[in-house]
């Protein structure tokens, strides 16, 4: 499956941003999704994941209740609802994908992986 992230750009602090990633190359619905970030400096960090049929998410802590993953099987697209966006939210995003039916973490669960889409903060 290829993927191809993008969405990003310049936001405010508090400010909210949609990141999607379209999929292409094979069945979508038959991959776990999840989004990743690294900031400068910093190793590449789990921010979400969703199950196949969204039914099931999981957020780092440092997002959760403001972000929010989602997916159209029908339209082969992830999604990631940022809001109340913080300066330490800044990072490229990552979206990747699992051949799995369980959501997970580790970096190394995911097979697949689309370029970066760059997310600034400004305060």
């Known amino acids: 499956v290829q993927l191809q992230a993008f969405g990003g750009g310049l936001v405010q602090v508090g400010g909210s941003l949609r990141l999607s990633c379209a999929a292409s190359?094979?069945?979508?619905?038959?991959?776990?999704m999840g989004w990743f970030r690294q900031a400068p400096g910093k190793e590449r960090e789990f921010v979400a994941a969703?199950?196949?049929?969204?039914?099931?998410?999981d957020y780092s802590d440092s997002v959760k209740g403001r972000f929010t993953i989602s997916r159209d099987n029908a339209k082969n697209i992830l999604y990631l609802q940022m809001d109340s966006l913080k300066p330490e939210d800044a990072a490229v995003y990552y979206c990747?994908?699992?051949?799995?039916?369980?959501?997970?973490?580790?970096?190394?669960?995911?097979?697949?992986w689309g370029q970066g889409t760059e997310v600034t903060v400004s305060s």
């Open positions: 969703v199950s196949w049929s969204g039914g099931s998410t």
């Open positions: 190359g094979r069945t979508f619905s038959w991959y776990v």
């Open positions: 990747a994908a699992r051949t799995s039916t369980l959501v997970a973490r580790p970096r190394s669960a995911y097979e697949y």
